[in-house]
Protein backbone atom coordinates (compact mmCIF):
# COMPACT_ATOMS: atom_id res chain seq x y z
CA UNK A 1 0.00 0.00 0.00
CA UNK A 2 0.94 3.28 -1.07
CA UNK A 3 -1.37 5.58 1.67
CA UNK A 4 1.61 8.35 2.44
CA UNK A 5 2.16 8.94 -1.39
CA UNK A 6 0.28 11.63 -3.37
CA UNK A 7 0.03 12.30 -7.14
CA UNK A 8 1.10 15.58 -7.90
CA UNK A 9 -0.84 15.43 -11.61
CA UNK A 10 -3.92 17.36 -12.54
CA UNK A 11 -6.41 14.87 -12.39
CA UNK A 12 -9.34 14.36 -15.27
CA UNK A 13 -12.56 12.13 -14.66
CA UNK A 14 -14.87 11.92 -17.84
CA UNK A 15 -17.96 10.09 -16.90
CA UNK A 16 -19.18 10.85 -13.31
CA UNK A 17 -21.93 7.74 -13.06
CA UNK A 18 -21.77 5.39 -10.55
CA UNK A 19 -17.68 3.97 -11.34
CA UNK A 20 -16.48 7.53 -12.23
CA UNK A 21 -18.01 9.14 -8.83
CA UNK A 22 -17.22 6.78 -7.35
CA UNK A 23 -13.48 7.04 -8.13
CA UNK A 24 -13.54 10.47 -7.20
CA UNK A 25 -14.85 10.07 -3.89
CA UNK A 26 -11.95 7.01 -3.56
CA UNK A 27 -8.78 8.94 -4.50
CA UNK A 28 -10.26 11.67 -2.11
CA UNK A 29 -11.36 9.58 0.48
CA UNK A 30 -7.36 8.02 0.58
CA UNK A 31 -6.01 11.68 0.51
CA UNK A 32 -4.00 11.05 -2.88
CA UNK A 33 -5.59 13.92 -4.42
CA UNK A 34 -6.81 17.46 -3.04
CA UNK A 35 -10.28 18.66 -4.49
CA UNK A 36 -8.67 21.17 -6.95
CA UNK A 37 -7.17 18.36 -8.58
CA UNK A 38 -9.68 16.98 -10.07
CA UNK A 39 -11.33 18.21 -13.08
CA UNK A 40 -14.48 16.20 -14.14
CA UNK A 41 -17.44 16.15 -16.77
CA UNK A 42 -20.75 14.48 -17.49
CA UNK A 43 -23.17 14.98 -20.04
CA UNK A 44 -25.49 14.46 -17.49
CA UNK A 45 -24.86 18.31 -15.89
CA UNK A 46 -27.22 17.62 -12.14
CA UNK A 47 -25.19 14.42 -11.34
CA UNK A 48 -21.54 16.00 -12.61
CA UNK A 49 -23.05 19.22 -10.15
CA UNK A 50 -24.32 16.92 -7.45
CA UNK A 51 -20.17 15.46 -7.11
CA UNK A 52 -18.92 18.89 -7.41
CA UNK A 53 -20.86 19.95 -3.93
CA UNK A 54 -20.64 17.22 -2.37
CA UNK A 55 -16.36 16.94 -2.70
CA UNK A 56 -15.41 20.24 -3.85
CA UNK A 57 -13.54 18.72 -7.27
CA UNK A 58 -14.29 21.42 -10.26
CA UNK A 59 -16.39 21.29 -13.21
CA UNK A 60 -14.84 21.32 -16.26
CA UNK A 61 -17.03 22.87 -19.00
CA UNK A 62 -16.92 19.83 -21.40
CA UNK A 63 -14.15 17.31 -22.44
CA UNK A 64 -11.69 19.30 -24.43
CA UNK A 65 -11.10 21.13 -21.48
CA UNK A 66 -10.34 18.32 -19.46
CA UNK A 67 -7.57 17.27 -21.85
CA UNK A 68 -6.53 20.23 -22.07
CA UNK A 69 -5.73 20.62 -18.07
CA UNK A 70 -5.33 17.60 -17.06
CA UNK A 71 -2.24 14.84 -17.65
CA UNK A 72 -3.64 11.54 -16.28
CA UNK A 73 -7.61 10.93 -17.36
CA UNK A 74 -10.16 8.62 -16.44
CA UNK A 75 -12.47 7.63 -19.18
CA UNK A 76 -15.99 6.41 -17.10
CA UNK A 77 -18.22 6.61 -19.61
CA UNK A 78 -20.25 3.10 -20.86
CA UNK A 79 -18.66 0.89 -23.46
CA UNK A 80 -21.23 1.85 -25.93
CA UNK A 81 -20.38 5.68 -25.91
CA UNK A 82 -17.03 5.41 -25.84
CA UNK A 83 -15.95 5.90 -29.40
CA UNK A 84 -18.18 8.98 -29.95
CA UNK A 85 -17.21 10.67 -26.27
CA UNK A 86 -13.39 10.32 -27.31
CA UNK A 87 -13.64 10.68 -31.60
CA UNK A 88 -13.83 14.49 -31.23
CA UNK A 89 -10.71 14.45 -28.37
CA UNK A 90 -8.94 12.52 -30.54
CA UNK A 91 -6.61 15.25 -31.99
CA UNK A 92 -6.19 17.03 -28.68
CA UNK A 93 -3.99 13.99 -26.79
CA UNK A 94 -0.67 13.87 -26.65
CA UNK A 95 2.15 11.68 -25.73
CA UNK A 96 2.00 13.62 -22.22
CA UNK A 97 -1.05 12.12 -21.73
CA UNK A 98 -1.76 8.75 -19.68
CA UNK A 99 -5.28 7.61 -20.11
CA UNK A 100 -6.73 5.18 -18.36
CA UNK A 101 -9.77 3.46 -19.58
CA UNK A 102 -12.72 1.87 -16.95
CA UNK A 103 -14.67 0.64 -19.98
CA UNK A 104 -16.07 -2.56 -19.85
CA UNK A 105 -14.52 -4.73 -23.41
CA UNK A 106 -12.80 -1.67 -24.97
CA UNK A 107 -9.26 -3.33 -25.63
CA UNK A 108 -6.62 -1.15 -25.71
CA UNK A 109 -6.37 -1.18 -29.64
CA UNK A 110 -9.13 1.04 -29.64
CA UNK A 111 -8.66 3.08 -26.97
CA UNK A 112 -5.16 3.82 -28.40
CA UNK A 113 -6.59 4.58 -31.95
CA UNK A 114 -8.70 7.48 -30.72
CA UNK A 115 -5.92 9.19 -28.32
CA UNK A 116 -3.62 10.21 -30.49
CA UNK A 117 -0.18 9.57 -29.51
CA UNK A 118 -1.20 9.02 -25.61
CA UNK A 119 -0.24 6.67 -23.14
CA UNK A 120 -3.11 3.94 -22.45
CA UNK A 121 -3.70 1.75 -19.86
CA UNK A 122 -7.09 -0.36 -19.78
CA UNK A 123 -8.45 -1.67 -16.07
CA UNK A 124 -10.97 -3.54 -14.61
CA UNK A 125 -11.82 -2.61 -11.22
CA UNK A 126 -14.78 -3.26 -9.36
CA UNK A 127 -17.19 -1.30 -7.13
CA UNK A 128 -15.81 -1.74 -3.89
CA UNK A 129 -13.13 0.86 -4.52
CA UNK A 130 -15.46 3.48 -3.78
CA UNK A 131 -14.50 2.24 0.53
CA UNK A 132 -11.00 1.43 -0.20
CA UNK A 133 -11.34 -1.97 -0.64
CA UNK A 134 -11.51 -3.07 -4.43
CA UNK A 135 -10.20 -5.67 -6.76
CA UNK A 136 -8.99 -4.50 -9.90
CA UNK A 137 -6.70 -6.17 -13.17
CA UNK A 138 -5.10 -3.80 -14.99
CA UNK A 139 -2.99 -3.93 -18.86
CA UNK A 140 -0.97 -1.67 -20.38
CA UNK A 141 -0.86 -0.49 -23.88
CA UNK A 142 2.06 0.14 -26.19
CA UNK A 143 3.51 3.28 -25.39
CA UNK A 144 3.50 2.77 -21.66
CA UNK A 145 7.02 3.14 -19.33
CA UNK A 146 7.37 2.14 -16.21
CA UNK A 147 6.13 5.58 -14.68
CA UNK A 148 2.70 4.37 -15.95
CA UNK A 149 2.35 0.99 -13.95
CA UNK A 150 3.38 3.09 -10.90
CA UNK A 151 0.81 5.07 -11.40
CA UNK A 152 -2.26 2.62 -11.67
CA UNK A 153 -0.56 0.54 -8.73
CA UNK A 154 -0.20 3.63 -6.83
CA UNK A 155 -4.14 5.03 -7.58
CA UNK A 156 -6.21 1.50 -7.41
CA UNK A 157 -3.32 0.15 -5.09
CA UNK A 158 -4.91 3.32 -2.54
CA UNK A 159 -8.21 1.82 -3.27
CA UNK A 160 -7.90 -1.82 -2.98
CA UNK A 161 -5.50 -4.71 -4.42
CA UNK A 162 -4.71 -4.15 -7.90
CA UNK A 163 -2.51 -6.82 -10.75
CA UNK A 164 -1.20 -6.48 -14.07
CA UNK A 165 -2.22 -8.82 -16.80
CA UNK A 166 -1.87 -9.17 -20.76
CA UNK A 167 -5.20 -8.20 -21.85
CA UNK A 168 -6.62 -11.71 -22.64
CA UNK A 169 -6.77 -12.06 -19.35
CA UNK A 170 -9.18 -9.11 -18.44
CA UNK A 171 -12.62 -10.70 -19.61
CA UNK A 172 -11.33 -13.34 -16.20
CA UNK A 173 -10.94 -10.47 -14.12
CA UNK A 174 -14.94 -9.21 -15.29
CA UNK A 175 -15.64 -12.38 -14.65
CA UNK A 176 -14.46 -12.83 -11.05
CA UNK A 177 -13.81 -9.53 -9.15
CA UNK A 178 -15.14 -7.08 -12.06
CA UNK A 179 -18.91 -8.68 -11.42
CA UNK A 180 -18.17 -10.44 -8.19
CA UNK A 181 -19.54 -7.98 -5.92
CA UNK A 182 -23.03 -8.71 -7.15
CA UNK A 183 -22.88 -12.20 -6.45
CA UNK A 184 -21.53 -11.73 -2.97
CA UNK A 185 -24.41 -9.51 -2.52
CA UNK A 186 -27.07 -12.04 -3.01
CA UNK A 187 -24.99 -14.38 -1.34
CA UNK A 188 -25.05 -11.96 1.53
CA UNK A 189 -28.96 -11.38 1.53
CA UNK A 190 -29.66 -15.28 0.87
CA UNK A 191 -27.63 -15.31 3.88
CA UNK A 192 -29.36 -12.97 6.01
CA UNK A 193 -32.76 -14.73 4.87
CA UNK A 194 -31.44 -17.93 5.93
CA UNK A 195 -31.11 -16.65 9.66
CA UNK A 196 -34.45 -14.82 9.27
CA UNK A 197 -35.71 -18.05 8.70
CA UNK A 198 -34.40 -19.23 11.92
CA UNK A 199 -35.82 -16.48 13.75
CA UNK A 200 -33.25 -13.56 13.80
CA UNK A 201 -34.49 -9.91 13.36
CA UNK A 202 -34.04 -8.26 9.60
CA UNK A 203 -31.64 -5.93 11.19
CA UNK A 204 -29.24 -8.20 12.92
CA UNK A 205 -29.19 -11.26 9.99
CA UNK A 206 -27.71 -8.52 7.25
CA UNK A 207 -25.52 -6.69 10.01
CA UNK A 208 -24.30 -10.67 11.04
CA UNK A 209 -23.98 -12.16 7.74
CA UNK A 210 -21.81 -8.81 5.66
CA UNK A 211 -19.55 -9.07 8.64
CA UNK A 212 -19.35 -12.46 8.25
CA UNK A 213 -18.41 -12.14 4.67
CA UNK A 214 -15.86 -9.36 5.27
CA UNK A 215 -14.26 -11.06 8.58
CA UNK A 216 -13.50 -14.15 6.93
CA UNK A 217 -12.09 -12.38 3.76
CA UNK A 218 -10.05 -10.57 6.13
CA UNK A 219 -8.91 -13.24 8.06
CA UNK A 220 -7.88 -15.32 4.85
CA UNK A 221 -5.92 -12.25 3.31
CA UNK A 222 -4.46 -11.46 6.57
CA UNK A 223 -3.24 -15.40 7.37
CA UNK A 224 -2.40 -15.89 3.81
CA UNK A 225 -3.36 -19.56 4.41
CA UNK A 226 -5.54 -21.95 1.67
CA UNK A 227 -9.05 -21.54 2.02
CA UNK A 228 -9.59 -25.15 3.23
CA UNK A 229 -7.45 -24.95 6.51
CA UNK A 230 -9.04 -22.17 7.90
CA UNK A 231 -12.78 -24.10 6.62
CA UNK A 232 -11.37 -27.42 8.62
CA UNK A 233 -10.76 -24.96 11.89
CA UNK A 234 -14.10 -24.20 11.84
CA UNK A 235 -15.38 -27.81 10.76
CA UNK A 236 -15.48 -29.95 14.27
CA UNK A 237 -16.39 -33.64 14.42
CA UNK A 238 -19.85 -34.05 13.78
CA UNK A 239 -20.59 -30.55 13.94
CA UNK A 240 -22.73 -28.32 12.89
CA UNK A 241 -20.51 -26.40 10.16
CA UNK A 242 -19.85 -30.16 8.39
CA UNK A 243 -23.70 -30.43 8.51
CA UNK A 244 -24.27 -27.21 6.23
CA UNK A 245 -21.27 -28.23 3.97
CA UNK A 246 -23.00 -31.38 3.48
CA UNK A 247 -25.97 -29.62 2.21
CA UNK A 248 -24.01 -27.16 0.06
CA UNK A 249 -21.96 -29.88 -1.46
CA UNK A 250 -25.01 -31.67 -2.73
CA UNK A 251 -26.53 -29.41 -4.31
CA UNK A 252 -23.16 -28.07 -6.24
CA UNK A 253 -22.02 -24.79 -4.68
CA UNK A 254 -18.90 -24.85 -5.56
CA UNK A 255 -19.75 -25.93 -9.26
CA UNK A 256 -22.12 -22.87 -9.63
CA UNK A 257 -19.60 -20.59 -8.49
CA UNK A 258 -17.21 -22.06 -10.95
CA UNK A 259 -19.56 -22.00 -13.55
CA UNK A 260 -21.12 -18.24 -12.84
CA UNK A 261 -17.16 -16.89 -13.32
CA UNK A 262 -16.91 -18.88 -16.57
CA UNK A 263 -20.32 -17.62 -17.64
CA UNK A 264 -19.68 -13.83 -17.08
CA UNK A 265 -15.91 -14.37 -18.58
CA UNK A 266 -17.59 -15.48 -21.65
CA UNK A 267 -20.14 -12.64 -21.77
CA UNK A 268 -17.52 -10.29 -21.38
CA UNK A 269 -15.13 -12.00 -24.19
CA UNK A 270 -18.45 -11.91 -26.35
CA UNK A 271 -19.31 -8.26 -25.47
CA UNK A 272 -15.61 -7.32 -26.29
CA UNK A 273 -15.60 -8.61 -30.17
CA UNK A 274 -18.79 -7.38 -30.60
CA UNK A 275 -16.97 -3.80 -29.69
CA UNK A 276 -14.11 -4.30 -31.93
CA UNK A 277 -15.77 -5.19 -34.97
CA UNK A 278 -17.92 -2.68 -34.28
CA UNK A 279 -15.32 0.09 -33.63
CA UNK A 280 -12.53 -0.78 -35.82
CA UNK A 281 -15.06 -0.74 -38.55
N1 LIG B 1 -20.53 -0.87 -12.64
C1 LIG B 1 -19.48 -1.65 -12.42
O1 LIG B 1 -19.41 -2.42 -11.44
C2 LIG B 1 -18.27 -1.59 -13.34
C3 LIG B 1 -17.14 -2.35 -13.08
C4 LIG B 1 -16.03 -2.23 -13.91
C5 LIG B 1 -16.08 -1.36 -14.99
N2 LIG B 1 -17.20 -0.66 -15.26
C6 LIG B 1 -17.19 0.25 -16.40
O2 LIG B 1 -17.33 1.56 -15.91
C7 LIG B 1 -17.87 2.39 -16.93
C8 LIG B 1 -18.89 3.31 -16.32
O3 LIG B 1 -19.95 2.51 -15.78
P1 LIG B 1 -21.02 3.15 -14.79
O4 LIG B 1 -21.75 2.00 -14.20
O5 LIG B 1 -20.36 4.15 -13.93
O6 LIG B 1 -21.98 3.88 -15.87
P2 LIG B 1 -22.94 5.14 -15.63
O7 LIG B 1 -23.40 5.19 -14.22
O8 LIG B 1 -23.95 5.10 -16.73
O9 LIG B 1 -21.96 6.39 -15.83
C9 LIG B 1 -21.51 6.84 -17.08
C10 LIG B 1 -21.78 8.35 -17.14
O10 LIG B 1 -21.09 8.91 -18.27
C11 LIG B 1 -21.98 9.83 -18.88
N3 LIG B 1 -21.58 10.14 -20.26
C12 LIG B 1 -22.00 9.60 -21.43
N4 LIG B 1 -21.37 10.18 -22.48
C13 LIG B 1 -20.51 11.09 -21.96
C14 LIG B 1 -19.59 12.01 -22.54
N5 LIG B 1 -19.42 12.11 -23.86
N6 LIG B 1 -18.88 12.79 -21.71
C15 LIG B 1 -19.02 12.71 -20.39
N7 LIG B 1 -19.91 11.88 -19.78
C16 LIG B 1 -20.65 11.07 -20.55
C17 LIG B 1 -23.29 9.11 -18.78
O11 LIG B 1 -24.36 9.95 -19.08
P3 LIG B 1 -25.65 9.27 -19.86
O12 LIG B 1 -26.31 8.40 -18.87
O13 LIG B 1 -26.43 10.43 -20.30
O14 LIG B 1 -25.08 8.46 -21.02
C18 LIG B 1 -23.24 8.66 -17.32
O15 LIG B 1 -23.64 9.67 -16.43
C19 LIG B 1 -18.43 1.47 -17.99
O16 LIG B 1 -17.64 1.57 -19.16
C20 LIG B 1 -18.34 0.10 -17.38
O17 LIG B 1 -18.04 -0.87 -18.37
C21 LIG B 1 -18.29 -0.74 -14.44
Given amino acids: MHHNRKLSESIGVIGTGKMGSA ?5 LKEKLVKPEQIYAYDIL ?12 INAALNNLRIVEQCSIIFIC ?10 QKLRTSFTNDHLVISIAAGVPLTTIER ?8 RIMPNMPFQVGEGAAGFSLGT ?4 RDSEIVELVFGSLGKVFQFPEYLLDAVTGL ?18 GVLAGLPRREAL ?14 LEQNVHPGVLKDAIMSPGGTTASALQLMESRGFRSILIDA ?5 NKSQFLGRNNLSLSDQ
Fill in 23 to 27: LVRGL
Fill in 45 to 56: HEILMELVEETG
Fill in 77 to 86: VKPQVFETTL
Fill in 114 to 121: LTGNARCV
Fill in 143 to 146: RNDN
Fill in 177 to 194: SGTGPAYVFVFIEALADG
Fill in 207 to 220: ILSAQTVMGAAKLL
Fill in 261 to 265: VEAAT
